[in-house]
């Protein structure tokens, strides 16, 4: 019964902000490292960044600075802070469990004038 259920996507301008969530159940939470995914239309999936169970986080080179992964474990959530967003972060972004490789269902994040 390992569920990834996502929530925060939307429509930004440039420049803009969005926080993604991801609330887990089914799986040990505290004992889970945690990815981020996302695919742009007709674009390969991509890592964007993984929070590990002990907290340590690694991005991808595209939004190193600009982008926060964090989790909450007593809420079982884990977190995508997006700042300063271009027209290239647009995709679908799922979340990730490495241990149980199960994929949230995504949500659309849209940055566009």
């Known amino acids: 019964q390992v569920q990834l259920v996502e929530s925060g996507g939307g429509l930004v301008q440039p420049g803009g902000s969005l926080r993604l969530s991801c609330a887990a159940s089914?799986?040990?939470?505290?004992?889970?490292?945690m990815r981020w995914y996302r695919q742009a239309p007709g674009k390969q999936l991509n890592l964007v960044a993984t929070i590990t169970r002990g907290g340590s986080t690694v991005y991808s080179d595209s939004v190193k600075d600009r982008f926060t992964i964090s989790r909450d474990n007593a809420k079982n959530t884990v977190y995508l802070q997006m700042n300063n967003l271009t027209p290239e972060d647009t995709a679908v972004y799922y979340c990730y469990e490495t241990n149980t490789k199960a994929w949230g269902q995504g949500t659309q994040v849209t940055v566009s004038s």
């Open positions: 089914g799986i040990i939470f505290s004992s889970s490292d």
